[in-house]
């Protein structure tokens, strides 16, 4: 498989060099998101919106996030989450998976920090004593770093109800707030909830969401932002 005839730049995926990956890797992934054009067909994306669309579409096998369960951006979503990096502000997540999904060269070659406060030692008793789950404490726990930066959304919608409770208290103003937690109970009604916000967001109607989809909008956003800035 020859990468070299390659259009990257209309994929927004960067080169093999640039990546740091092999020409097979790199041309494995270029051919799969060949597939997910071909199969999506027409849609009413911006060009940066289906960058990072795709990208979850490729890292689930899910074509409903471009369907039934399609991807939110609010207002200025993308251009916020670049003020973000451009200001090397912290990237808190609620769970553990999300955070080792992030790819870490890009969150090196931008110079941002990644943080889950979920297994702080002191949490799990709080959790316990107030009847309360860790992963709302942890938002808690990471406020002053949510404040001003970015806070991902994968699993928990305890977690992304926290967020919401402080922006509306005024205790943090995040500059993006990527939400799209997986699950029955609440994760429809979170996600909604947080589309109401008057703050830059991305999210997704419906049940599905998870890890890999959140970790795939922030890696995609990276990669977009680096492609814009090298």
């Known amino acids: 498989m020859d990468s070299s005839n390659f259009k990257s730049e209309s994929y927004k995926i960067?080169?093999?060099?640039?990546?740091?990956m092999s020409e097979r890797a790199f041309g494995i992934e270029k051919q799969s998101f060949d597939i997910i054009e071909s199969e999506i067909g027409n849609h009413?994306?911006?060009?940066?919106?289906?960058?990072?669309?795709?990208?979850?579409?490729?890292?689930?096998?899910?074509f409903d996030f471009a369907r039934s369960d399609r991807i939110v951006f609010s207002k200025d979503a993308i251009e916020s989450?670049?003020?973000?990096?451009?200001?090397k502000t912290y990237i808190v997540t609620d769970v553990e998976m999300v955070l080792h999904g992030i790819n870490k060269k890009s969150l090196s070659d931008i110079g941002m920090?990644?943080?889950?406060?979920?297994?702080?030692?002191?949490l799990k008793e709080i959790s316990k004593m107030s009847n309360r789950t860790r992963s709302e404490l942890a938002m808690r726990e990471a406020a002053?770093?949510?404040?001003?930066?970015?806070?991902?959304?994968?699993?928990?919608?305890?977690?992304?109800?926290?967020v919401i409770a402080m922006i509306e208290e005024k205790k943090i103003s995040p500059l993006l707030v990527i939400g799209v937690p997986v699950g029955f109970v609440s994760a429809v009604e979170s996600k909604?909830?947080?589309s109401k916000l008057e703050i830059p967001f991305i999210t997704n109607k419906g049940r599905k969401g998870g890890s890999s989809a959140a970790s795939s909008i922030i890696n995609s956003l990276m990669l977009l932002y680096?492609?814009?800035?090298?």
């Open 14 to 20: 960067g080169t093999p060099i640039t990546r740091d």
């Open 44 to 62: 009413n994306y911006s060009e940066d919106e289906w960058t990072i669309v795709r990208r979850v579409i490729h890292a689930t096998a899910d």
């Open 81 to 87: 989450g670049y003020l973000a990096f451009s200001k």
């Open 113 to 122: 920090t990644g943080v889950c406060m979920i297994n702080h030692p002191k």
């Open 144 to 162: 002053s770093m949510i404040d001003g930066g970015i806070v991902i959304i994968g699993n928990a919608p305890t977690a992304l109800y926290e």
């Open 192 to 194: 909604a909830d947080l």
């Open 226 to 230: 680096l492609s814009k800035n090298r």
